[in-house]
């Protein structure tokens, strides 16, 4: 069967260039700077497809923003984001202000650090660190599934698609070794809801009243897709 169009996600490689990998189809590349990928996209593409199936269409997902490993130059990024701008943190898990919870959390983030599938950066082409997207293990139903977050902690880059984006790109490269992933959030997070129902995610979870955020109580709410579900999904960014 021929496809018409081809989704490469892009990341930043830890020794400097870009890693491109195809969603759903086993092709790898790399190039070490941004402009000549497309060309390199498409040799690979011609070399993996048999001459009358080659895809007319070559998407590069993450076109206005790269996923890349922490540098240490985001160390600054951090300790803004967790001392003076936090205003994020009011949207993402406000109900967790457990001093413990959240210094064993940044120790499991360590430990994870430089793990491809674990949390990468979030960095705009003109070069600007936003934000991140990481993934978390949870008990659904008892058994243990990936769920995957986002911040993008300055309110002036959200609502700009970013979020969307990144978290697509991100995805992709889980699904290569996951066939479901996760998300949470609480009934008050407009715009994470929004962006869970662009994605294709399915509510699987609601507890009702189990969250109280500012004096109003909310939901607990889970999604789910399937990596098909996902891989099909015609409105992914
Ligand atoms: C959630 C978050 C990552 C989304 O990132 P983003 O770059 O703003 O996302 P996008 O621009 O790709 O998409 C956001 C969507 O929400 C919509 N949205 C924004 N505010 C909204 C509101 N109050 N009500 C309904 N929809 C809203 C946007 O219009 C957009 O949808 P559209 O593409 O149909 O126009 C970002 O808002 C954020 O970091 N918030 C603070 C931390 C947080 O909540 N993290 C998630 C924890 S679960």
Not at 13 to 22: H, Q, V
Not at 61 to 82: F, G, H, M, Q
Not at 180 to 200: C, D, H, I, Y
Request: net charge negative.
């Amino acid at each position: 069967m021929k496809i018409n169009e081809i989704i490469f996600t892009i990341t930043e490689s830890l020794d400097g260039g870009y890693e491109a990998s195809a969603v759903g189809h086993s092709i790898y590349t790399q190039s070490e700077n941004y402009n000549d990928l497309p060309a390199i996209l498409r040799d690979a593409v011609k070399c993996h497809f048999d001459e009358d199936k080659t895809p007319s269409i070559i998407r590069m997902r993450n076109s206005n923003i790269i996923l890349r490993y922490i540098k240490e130059s985001d160390i600054a990024d951090y300790v803004k984001w967790t001392t003076t701008e936090t205003e994020w943190m009011d949207w993402d898990a406000p109900w967790e202000d457990d001093e413990d919870d959240f210094v064993e959390m940044q120790k499991q983030n360590l430990e994870k650090e430089q793990n491809f599938y674990s949390k990468l950066e979030i960095e705009t082409i003109e070069g600007e660190h936003i934000g991140w997207v990481s993934n978390y293990d949870f008990d659904f139903e008892g058994e243990k599934v990936t769920g995957v977050g986002l911040d993008i902690p300055a309110p002036e880059h959200r609502g700009r698609g970013y979020g969307g984006v990144a978290l697509a790109a991100y995805m992709a490269h889980l699904f290569a070794k996951e066939d479901v992933l996760f998300t949470q959030t609480w009934s008050g997070n407009a715009p994470m809801l929004r962006l869970a129902e662009k994605l294709g995610f399915a509510e699987v979870r609601r507890i009702k009243n189990l969250r109280q955020v500012r004096g109003e109580i909310y939901d607990a709410l889970t999604f789910a897709i399937s990596k098909t579900d996902f891989l099909t999904n015609t409105r992914n960014p």
